[in-house]
């Protein structure tokens, strides 16, 4: 497949990161940018149109920051909830209409200080 360049800026520390993994797994640096870009959008295309879906969400925050259950109208929701070395640590998951899942996704995103994965699974 034809290939585009383009240049981006990203922070330091991210390039930073970049490298070593590219050095550890002896990858290319736009092999590792191409899958990330690829992880992302099949992520998010979901978005584009109304569809019955299924995803895991996992959320990990500093246990004082600990984000209350969730509860979301007409989703079906199954947690594992964790907490270790300070860390809470929730997986979700979330089956039922894409655009009620994008709006409890949304509201999870607002949690300052946590870290917020989302894995479409279909
Ligand atoms: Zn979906
Ligand atoms: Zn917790």
Redesign the pocket.
């Known amino acids: 497949m034809p290939k585009r360049k383009f240049g981006i800026s990203v922070e330091e520390e991210l390039a930073r990161k970049l490298d070593e993994v590219s050095e550890k797994l002896r990858v290319e640096r736009s092999q590792l940018v191409e899958r990330a870009i690829r992880d992302m959008l099949r992520d998010h295309s ?2 584009l149109f109304e ?5 895991l969400i996992v959320l990990s925050c500093p246990s004082e920051r600990e984000v209350p259950a969730v509860g979301a109208d007409n989703l079906r929701i199954t947690q594992l909830h964790e907490h270790r070395e300070g860390q809470c640590v929730q997986v979700f998951l979330v089956s039922g209409s ?1 655009s009620k ?1 994008s709006t409890l996704l949304s509201s999870l995103s607002r949690h300052e200080g946590c870290e917020l994965r989302y894995i ?3």
């Open positions: 979901h978005s569809h019955d879906c299924r995803a894409s899942i479409v699974l279909h």
